[in-house]
């Protein structure tokens, strides 16, 4: 009887996150609700050492390193995400592995009759948040390190009180109309999860938002780290590109080089996000080696992440704006590629004008998808954009026909890779489709075969 009842539970759950909207670019936020919902839950969002990690680009990336170091010292840790690529159970992670179903309809059923005692409605991010905060502490998590969804000030996440450390890894122009026209007012959003004696990371910052960084956590008493000044990563010589050594003035012999590291996440940004990562552990009192472990240990998926398909190399992307773009272009001009075969889809929340400018110059061939999304730039548009600014370009629309896209794609002899770039819910469909099989993001620790 009691199984029938769990059942029961875990389906109303489900049932009830099926029902919950998406975001769609629009609409308020606030943390009253899920602050509400989460006393009513007993605080979880404090009973946790946790790390908070913001950022426009990268922060997924750090997110997952940090927790990757974490688990390498023996911890067992929670991560919770924003968005997902394939679907909502990546949003939650626990030692690496996203959570069954079970999990997310459990803890959905407690947050609902949470929120229904409350007398609130949540949304969807507020409730995934919310699942995350309360299944981590059920099921006895050490660490949790949660990424901000948007913002940092008035996002869902930001209900922690006493974080061991925050982080903001990039700051660039993205969601403007939620966050501001400018560098300094998405700053002030993002520097929003410093809190009162935490310390604070930065990855490299364009001077007038670390201005509003720095005032904030002067102002939080809280103390300051910075990409390139306090701490860093430089690239050493290999042909991937994918070794760095990372250096912290906190290890007192001058120059402060701690350890080379290799990562699995190809690209010299990575590197930057890396030694975030590398920071943040070293902080909250992790050894030099688990770090170093927990960096090359790490997997992240669709981040220049390479596949194979019937002989043809097809490499996803998630560059969704116009810094990850950049990123993209430091990627290929590293190994001076040009006349890339480059499949491309974006969200009408993007600047998508500016992307296609950023990338013209590098593309021999366009490939157009439309993502899976109410928000998607029609086919037509970015077509005429891209015709506006070159004569005789080749591009080939596709529209929602992804299996006529794959076919064309994976039956060509190519030598060269074709490329996936832009909108989260174009490249989780096609990994869907390519049947990339799921990877352990991060291993925990072990010693005599038993886990710490």
Not at 102 to 126: I, P
Not at 300 to 313: I, Y
Not at 360 to 375: Q, T
Not at 409 to 436: F, H, K, N, Q, T
Request: include cysteine; charged fraction near 20%; glycine fraction near 10%.
């Amino acid at each position: 009887m009691s199984q029938d009842v769990t059942v029961n539970k875990t389906q109303i759950g489900l049932q009830y996150l099926s029902k919950l909207a998406p975001w769609n670019g629009s609409g308020g936020f606030a943390l009253q609700n899920i602050s509400a919902v989460l006393k009513r839950l007993g605080d979880p969002q404090d009973a946790i050492p946790s790390i908070h990690v913001a950022g426009t680009n990268g922060k997924g990336s750090v997110s997952s390193a940090v927790s990757s170091i974490l688990g390498q010292a023996g911890y067992r840790v929670g991560l919770n995400i924003s968005p997902h690529l394939q679907n909502i159970n990546e949003r939650i992670v626990i030692d690496g592995i996203a959570v069954a179903d079970e999990f997310l309809g459990e803890f959905a059923y407690a947050v609902r009759a949470a929120a229904a005692r409350e007398l609130v409605d949540l949304s969807f991010h507020e409730v995934i948040t919310a699942i995350a905060f309360l299944g981590f502490s059920e099921f006895g998590v050490e660490w949790t390190v949660m990424e901000v969804g948007l913002g940092g000030r008035i996002d869902a996440s930001n209900v922690i009180t006493r974080p061991a450390a925050t982080a903001i890894v990039t700051i660039d122009y993205d969601h403007q109309a939620i966050l501001g026209e400018t560098l300094s007012e998405i700053a002030a959003e993002k520097a929003g999860i410093i809190k009162a004696g935490s310390p604070v990371v930065t990855g490299f910052l364009p001077k007038s938002a670390a201005d509003v960084v720095s005032a904030k956590a002067k102002a939080h008493n809280s103390e300051l780290y910075r990409f390139s000044k306090e701490f860093g990563a430089h690239p050493v010589l290999s042909q991937d590109g994918d070794r760095f050594w990372y250096w912290d003035k906190s290890a007192g012999n001058g120059v402060g080089d701690l350890f080379h590291f290799s990562t699995q996440l190809p690209g010299d940004h990575q590197g930057h996000n890396m030694a975030v990562a590398a920071k943040l552990g070293l902080l909250v009192g992790i050894d030099k080696d688990s770090c170093r472990l927990g960096l090359e240990g790490v997997f992240w998926p669709g981040r220049l992440e390479k596949v194979s398909s019937l002989g043809r190399e097809i490499v996803l992307d998630c560059a969704h704006n116009t810094a990850g773009i950049q990123a993209f272009i430091s990627y290929i001009e590293f190994r001076a590629e040009r006349n890339i075969d480059l499949t491309f889809g974006v969200l009408d929340t993007k600047n998508w004008q500016a992307m296609i400018k950023q990338l013209i110059p590098y593309v021999g061939r366009w490939r157009l998808l439309k993502p899976e999304s109410e928000r998607a730039i029609p086919d037509a548009q970015i077509q005429a954009e891209i015709e506006a600014s070159c004569n005789g370009i080749s591009i080939r629309s596709y529209g929602s026909d992804y299996e006529g896209y794959l076919r064309e794609v994976l039956e060509e002899d190519g030598d060269r890779p074709a490329y996936v770039l832009g909108s989260m819910y174009m490249v989780g469909r096609l990994r869907g489709m390519l049947s990339i099989p799921n990877r352990q993001i991060w291993s925990r620790a072990k010693k005599n075969n038993i886990v710490l």
